[in-house]
Every structure is written in C-alpha cells, then in structure tokens.
C-alpha cells in the first residue's frame, strides 16, 4: 500500500509487548497501519520470575509467555529474527534474515548486566538478566548439588557448596533468596548436612536493598539471617578468577558458584545503532519528555534502554518505568499517524516495589503500603496475575497459578504444599463408575414409573405450579387423571384382598396378638431408654429446600413454569431421563466427564430448587466435583477425548482470540 504507514518495535520485552498492545488496539482497524515486532526469542520473558526458575523453584516455562499467546489472532506481525543494524537516514532496519523499512521505530532493547571493569568478573561468574542466564545458574546449580554429595575431598566438597551472590539490589536479593530456600530441598535430596554449605552475599554499601525504607531492609535481613543465609555489607567484590571472588581488604572467597548481580547499563547493541546516548546513562539512549530519541524524529525509545531525567533523577530501570515510557511513545506515535499534533509527556506514576526472598516470603511497598509475609507475597502474586491478565489473558493467569502454587514442588510457596498435593486419577475410579451407575439407575428408575409412558399422563407435575399450562395440558388435570387411575387401581386391590382374608384370619389374628405382647414389652424398654437418650438428632432423608418454602415457589414459578410451560411433558420427560442415563454412561465409562459432572451438579441444583433434593444425595454434588479434575483420564475414554478435542479447540479462533485455549493457542 503505497501510503502505508509502518511501526516497527525492536524488542519484545515489557516496553515493546506493551507498545505493541496500545498500537494494535488502536489501529486493528486500519488497514493502512502495519505494525511489526522483531525479536529473537519466540516468547516474552518474564524477567522479574528469572529467579524462580535458577533456584528450582518453577519450571522453566514459567517466565517464558510464547508472543503467539500474546498477539494471537491480533493485528501485529511477530517476526522471529535477529536485528543487526539501523539505517536511521534510510529509516531501515537490517536483521540476520532480511530488512525491514519503517516510518516509526521504538527501540525496546532492555539492557545487560555491567561489570564496571571490574578484573575477571565477566569471564568467571554467572549473570541474571535473561532466559539464557538463568537456565544456566539452573542447570549449574544442579550439577554443583550433585557433585558435591559425591565428593569425598573435604577441600573440594566445601568450594562445591559455597555459594556466592554479588550485589545486594533486588536481583540479587531476590537470587539469594532461593538458593536459601533450595538449600533445605537440596540437602534432603543428597543427605547432605546444612551446616556444610555456605550461601554469601557480597554487598558493596553498608546496607541491603537501598531502594527500600529501614523497616523492610531490617525485616529482609532478619528473615535471610534466621534461614542460615550469610551477609557481607561494607564488601566491595575487586576481582575474580577461576575459582574465586576476590574481596577488597577481606581477602577472598572460594566458590564455583559466583553470581554477579551488581547491576546493569543500557543494551549495548542499542548504543551502537547511532542514536543519542544519555551522558550518565551508562550506555541508555538519551530520550526527549515525549520518549522521542533525541533528533530523530519518528523513533521513540522506551524501557530499559532508555534514559531520561526527571525532577532530576533518573527514571529507574522497572517493569513501572518500561510500561509508562512504552505508553508515551506509542500515545505520540499515534498522535503522529493520527495527524493531532499533540504531544505526551513523561510523567511518572509508581506504586511501589515487591521483593520476594523465596517462594514464602516477601517485602513491598505497594503505594506507600508496607508490608512483609504473607501480605507482601499475596500482593506480588497479584500483580503479576494483573499483568499477565493484560498481556496474554485468563489463559496465562490459569498457567502462572498452576506454575506458583497448583504445581510448586517442596512447599515452595507461601501457601506451603496446601495447594500442590495431587490425588493419582485411579482413585476416584470406583466413585466415578459408581456415580455414573446412580444416574443411570435414576433414568432406568423413572422409565419403570411411567415417564415414558404417555398415556399414564404427566409424571413430572412436580417441578409446576398447579393450573400450569403445560403445551396445552394443563398440569393439574393430568396430574388428577394419573392419581384416579391409582386410585381405581387401589380399590380394586382392597377388594381382592378382603376375599382372600377370610382364610387367613385365624391364624393371623394369634399371630398378631403376640406379635402386639412383644411391642409392648419392646415399648416399655424403648420408653426407659427414651428418658436417657434424645433419638435420632438429624433427618437426612428431608428435602434440602422443602418443597412448599417460598424459595421453591419463586423458583418453580420463575423458571420451570415458564420455560417448561410450553414444552410437552412428553419432551421434557423424555429429556431428564435421557440426560440422567447419558450423565450416567458418561461418568462411567469416562467420557466426556467434565461436562458429564457439570451437568450432574447442574441436575442436583435444579433438583434442589426444586424442593426434591434430600441431605443424604448431596454427595452428588461432591463427587461430582471431585471428576471434573480429570477423572475420566485414567481408566477412561477421556484419555484418547480429552488431547483430541483440545487440539481441535485449541485451533479454533474464539479460543484463540479470546484467550480460553487450553495450554497453547496452537493447533
Ligand atoms: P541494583 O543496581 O539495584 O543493585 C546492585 C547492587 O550491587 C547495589 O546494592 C550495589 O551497591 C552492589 N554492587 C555494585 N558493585 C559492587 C561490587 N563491586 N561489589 C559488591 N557489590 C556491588 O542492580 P540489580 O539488582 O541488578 O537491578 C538492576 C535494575 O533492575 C534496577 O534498576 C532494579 O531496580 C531493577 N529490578 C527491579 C526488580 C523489581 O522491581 N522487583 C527486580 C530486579 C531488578
């Protein structure tokens, strides 16, 4: 389209996902906007969880949000490629694959790790600061563990379990914090005793965390000192070597696990694409209020690798901060395309910071609300969930709490085990059959009372109102003509059994007379215990609504009354027992068995309401959320169902637009 207009956004982090969200929302509509986001990786990382994932507490995929899932069905072209340069005058960008020309350009790089020159540091330590990093601490981790219980050398056995975390800012808070925690898991696992291992912290400044108030720095070094974790503040780390950190006047530390968390400067690979760079930015690209790169109109720079004063202060390097900024530049870009002229200006708004120290504990300082424990965690929780509701829906929400707490391992969650603990499917396979037998039997049941008798007249009369008109019979006429048939019937069964009394009569009489000899003794033993006893206390066999309550009157009137009132009885009766069977074959065989027990705890509410619904048949309802975990799945049709049909819905553009696949939004 010869007036095109084209947005690129170079990187996919918090900045370039949350522009891209903004630009896509905006011009979904307008099909002469193309916008385009490059990155190397398929998926979003979480960086804030790296930690998670390098000290074993989550799985690897729980910092990874593939962009399919992100920008699925949404009008954004994610191109899986590597930039190697920008032709700012030519207002084109080169990857490994191909070149891109662009009218609007945000520059999302983030940023790296910074090593200050420090000698030896970047050849002998790990990092935190991408996917890459932290499944290489991870798999370290592993290996050193497992190293260690095998080595005999106390030498050697004692450098494998040192520990050592450099910088005290978040990253590396949030780091040592798990390698404290997965020290406890770790020494069960390789019978190894805690008091051998060695977690350090190297910390500069004479303090932790310099971003947080006294409190909550006094709080985190109590929790980490009373886990056995070790600090040393006032310690500046001067070098490293093979083997070594190298600490300033306090000589050095042995360790194979050296982990630099010190902090970290602009994307160098963004400071070389020839944009203005930021005097005391450490390699951050200097950005004008609107987010603008300094003289060069039409490309923004936002997160991470962007710098910008105010009020004289940097803007920090946060999740925050990357999401306001990549606001500002998509709002001017939008502005630019939409020809107003206005321009947005940065203007902060945090909320606070959150910093967990493991999976049990946490401090925050959420909109000046100061809070530690379980509070602090409970609201670092939902605030992910907040965020990933946003950039990727219920889908990745449903993920990030079975990764936290449905599927966390060793209690590592500040819920414990309390969520986590998981019943094998083979359990409830007898419930499961048996449920499903009941129902069946139910349906069988009402077959042999009539229901699907139609000339006995309306056997479900129960669930109307008297006088309804039910498809142009009214209710209470065939419910009259059903009870005179029984009665007719009745009467002639007194009669028939008053001809064949005469013969018996004698003998029953005697019978009788010492049948009532034993009552009355039974009678007086049943009065004496009476005084001491206070007989049965609960009826369970009583309707759990009773049916002539108001409740059941507004519902009958409500619902069945007037949805029913124009069905036949015939069709409706017809449709509870062939829903009763089906519920019941389903469940048994294992078919279909989430919508089969939804449908059974559905039946037993419209039961309830109805007044028909006694105690003792509540389990139902229990047993039947019991199967909706996947009951069908072991030693039922749902093992071959189940991956079937959610390849076939996974595929399906509401799913996917919506985000309510399940796993994956692939096919
Ligand atoms: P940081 O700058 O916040 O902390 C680095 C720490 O390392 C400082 O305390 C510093 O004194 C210490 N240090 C520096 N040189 C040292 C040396 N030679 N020897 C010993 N200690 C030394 O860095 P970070 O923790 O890597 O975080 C980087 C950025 O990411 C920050 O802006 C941070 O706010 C942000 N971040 C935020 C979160 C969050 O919001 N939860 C989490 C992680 C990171």
Request: hydrophobic content about 45%.
């Amino acid at each position: 389209m010869a007036d095109q207009k084209r947005i690129l956004i170079l990187g996919g982090g918090y900045a370039g996902v949350w522009a891209g969200k903004i630009l896509e929302k905006r011009f979904r509509k307008r099909d002469d906007v193309k916008i385009t986001l490059i990155d190397k990786l398929p998926f979003h990382t979480l960086m804030t969880e790296l930690h998670e994932v390098a000290g074993w507490r989550t799985e690897p995929e729980s910092v990874q949000v593939p962009f399919r899932k992100i920008f699925a069905t949404k009008k954004i072209d994610v191109v899986l490629d590597t930039v190697t340069g920008v032709e700012l005058d030519r207002k084109l960008v080169k990857t490994e694959r191909g070149e891109y020309a662009y009218d609007y350009l945000v520059v999302g790089f983030g940023a790296q790790p910074e090593f200050f020159g420090i000698p030896g540091v970047k050849e002998n330590s790990f990092t935190l600061w991408s996917f890459d990093d932290a499944m290489k601490i991870r798999n370290h981790v592993e290996d050193v563990w497992t190293r260690a219980a095998a080595e005999p050398d106390p030498d050697k056995r004692r450098k494998l379990l040192t520990f050592v975390v450099a910088g005290a800012g978040f990253t590396g808070i949030e780091m040592f914090g798990e390698l404290v925690e997965h020290r406890d898991v770790m020494c069960r696992k390789h019978h190894i005793d805690r008091s051998e291992v060695r977690i350090v912290n190297v910390e500069a400044l004479p303090s932790i965390l310099p971003i947080l108030e006294e409190p909550l720095r006094a709080a985190t070094e109590k929790y980490l000192a009373k886990h056995g974790a070790e600090m040393m503040l006032n310690t500046p780390i001067v070098g490293a070597e093979p083997g070594k950190v190298l600490l300033k006047d306090k000589g050095a530390i042995e360790t194979e696990t050296f982990i630099w968390t010190c902090g970290v400067s602009g994307s160098s690979f963004a400071a070389g694409l020839g944009l203005a760079k930021a005097e005391r930015g450490r390699g951050r690209l200097q950005a004008d209020s609107g987010m603008g790169a300094v003289g060069h109109p039409g490309v923004y720079v936002a997160g991470d690798n962007s710098f910008l004063l105010e009020d004289g202060k940097p803007v920090p390097q946060i999740v925050e901060a990357a999401h306001q900024t990549a606001e500002v530049a998509a709002a001017n870009i939008i502005e630019e395309i939409e020809g107003t002229g206005k321009r947005h200006e940065f203007k902060s708004n945090f909320h606070g910071f959150m910093v967990s120290i493991g999976g049990r504990y946490a401090v925050a300082n959420a909109g000046g609300m100061k809070s530690k424990g379980f509070i602090a965690m409970a609201m670092k929780h939902m605030i992910n969930c907040w965020y990933l509701l946003n950039i990727a829906g219920v889908n990745q929400v449903w993920e990030y709490v079975k990764h936290e707490f449905l599927d966390m391992k060793n209690g590592r969650s500040f819920i414990g085990s309390f969520a986590s603990y998981k019943v094998r499917g083979y359990w409830p396979l007898l419930l499961r059959m048996w449920l499903g037998l009941m129902w069946v039997m139910e349906g069988v049941n009402k077959i042999g009372e009539g229901w699907l008798a139609w000339g006995s007249g309306s056997k479900s009369g129960w669930m109307f109102s008297q006088g309804v008109v039910q498809a142009g019979q009214k209710v209470a006429e065939a419910t009259s003509a059903a009870s005179a048939e029984w009665v007719e019937g009745a009467e002639t069964a007194v009669e028939a059994t008053a001809a064949a009394s005469g013969e018996w009569v004698e003998p029953a009489a005697e019978a009788v007379a010492a049948a009532s000899e034993w009552v009355a003794e039974g009678a007086e033993a049943v009065a004496e215990g009476a005084t001491q006893a206070f007989g049965k206390v609960w009826d369970l066999t009583q309707a759990i609504i009773p049916y002539d309550s108001g409740f059941v009157t507004w519902f009958r009137q409500t619902f069945m009354d007037g949805i029913f009132a124009f069905l036949p009885f015939q069709a409706f009766q017809l449709m509870i027992v062939a829903m009763e069977i089906g519920i019941g074959l389903a469940l048994f065989g294992g078919l279909f068995t989430w919508v089969a027990a939804v449908a059974s705890i559905g039946m037993c509410f419209v039961f309830t309401f109805s007044g028909m619904f006694a105690w003792d048949q509540l389990w139902f309802v229990f047993a039947g959320i019991l199967m909706m975990g996947g009951a069908g799945r072991a030693f039922g049709f749902d093992n071959w169902m189940v991956p079937f049909l959610k390849r076939w819905w996974n595929g399906t553009k509401f799913a996917r637009k919506w985000h309510f696949y399940g796993d994956d939004p692939s096919k």
